[in-house]
């Protein structure tokens, strides 16, 4: 959504009655817009407002999942909430200035306020800084319930730090023109740039960054600890600690968030150091490592915890003799092990009367949904050995060979 129609979208919500009409709604569904809509014009409210509170409507009901409850009483821009922070990720940031006895922290490029919102439920002092006037707005709003929070509109870097203990940057990583907004790759084109974080921290300052999961290896500041850390299977950030945030025997981490329960992998040494893992055989229990596992470098790490080794030293499958439970990787049982051959693969679905393939794959170029639609073909007319049989399929490659493993979940 381009800048000037997201302050459009935004204004009508800023008034008394916006405000009062967008909170009467209560729970918000989709398939209700239609009757909502109809029922706002007949009541008087102008278009431009309805239109302004389904829009904020929409953007709260997908706020549910990083916001929760929360999220029935906050403001959002598109942009601002596909980069939000998760409530639950957010209170793990803050308690790492907490821990390190830090009191009054700037939060330089704020967004929508989530990190700000956490740090301040833990009674620390913070300024918030956002150079996105619409989003600002969005932040004054849902930081309005901590007394101990300001929201100043500003670029991040020119904001004076005298006073301020610690730091913590959410740098802008997309870019918005009036076509929509584009991801940004290259760090130094952040806003902040990492290096700025870098020089906070070249100045004694706990700084902490949070990033993209995608951020290459090499562009993680020697300095500092990397945590890349995923919620429910989805990798959603790498977090890097400076200074005083930093745990002295820790420099990469994987930390793996499934519901109420968190799990961490570490490791004290860097990214071409550590654990070398063994190659052997695709057999026995085939485990696929966490994204974050993978996103830290641990894989190796990992392999030697579950007693395993890797089926090929460039890809991310361990295998091991015995099943161990961990949270740091799905497990499977190697059922079979065969050369991949469409043709053959699909005469195999046909026997065995399979009607619901599940495809897995690393390592080659393959589309499963692709793939499963070829191999299914027809599978409709053929008579089945029982009804609804499931199967999975592991696609990968071993040294030059193609293989694909029938496996089944544990």
């Not at 999975?392 to 029938?406: N, Q």
């Amino acid at each position: 959504m381009p800048p000037d129609h997201q302050a459009e979208q935004l204004a009508p919500l800023l008034t008394a009655e916006g405000w009062a009409l967008l909170n009467s709604l209560g729970p918000y569904r989709e398939e209700d817009a239609l009757a909502i809509s109809a029922r706002l014009r007949k009541a008087g409210h102008a278009p431009e407002l309805v239109s302004a509170v389904l829009s904020q409507a929409r953007l709260r009901l997908r706020a549910e999942t990083k916001f929760g409850e929360f999220s029935r009483h906050m403001l959002f821009t598109r942009a601002g909430l596909e980069q939000a922070t998760r409530l639950n990720v957010a209170a793990r940031h803050a308690r790492r200035f907490v821990d390190a006895g830090v009191q009054r922290v700037a939060d330089l490029g704020c967004g929508l306020g989530s990190d700000a919102m956490a740090m301040a439920s833990l009674d620390l002092d913070v300024t918030a800084v956002e150079l996105d006037e619409t989003t600002a707005a969005c932040a004054t709003v849902n930081l309005m319930p901590f007394p101990h929070v300001r929201v100043v509109h500003a670029d991040a870097q020119s904001v004076p730090l005298e006073g301020i203990d610690a730091v913590w940057l959410d740098p802008a990583r997309r870019t918005t023109t009036t076509s929509g907004t584009t991801r940004l790759w290259d760090p130094e084109e952040f806003s902040p740039p990492l290096s700025f974080a870098s020089d906070l921290a070249d100045r004694g300052l706990p700084v902490g960054v949070k990033l993209g999961p995608g951020l290459p290896h090499d562009s993680v500041p020697d300095s500092c600890e990397a945590q890349w850390v995923s919620v429910d299977g989805d990798v959603a950030e790498v977090a890097l600690y400076f200074n005083a945030l930093k745990r002295p025997s820790v420099r990469r981490a994987a930390l793996v968030i499934a519901g109420d329960s968190a799990s961490e992998l570490v490791a004290e040494t860097d990214f071409d150091g550590g654990t070398v893992a063994s190659v052997g055989p695709l057999e026995g229990f085939l485990y696929e490592p966490d994204g974050a596992v993978i996103r830290a470098g641990l894989v190796a790490e990992l392999a030697d915890r579950l007693g395993g080794h890797l089926v090929d030293p460039h890809i991310a499958y361990i295998c091991a003799p015995r099943l161990a439970q961990t949270p740091f990787a799905r497990a499977y049982r190697v059922l079979e092990v065969r050369h991949y051959n469409v043709r053959a693969l699909r005469q195999w679905v046909r026997d065995e009367g399979i009607s619901t393939l599940d495809i897995k794959k690393r390592g080659m170029a393959v589309t499963p949904d692709e793939l499963r639609k070829l191999l299914l073909a027809g599978q409709g007319k053929a008579p089945r050995k029982s009804p609804h049989k499931r199967a999975t399929l592991v696609l990968t490659r071993i040294g030059e060979d193609r293989v694909a493993a029938v496996v089944e979940p544990v």
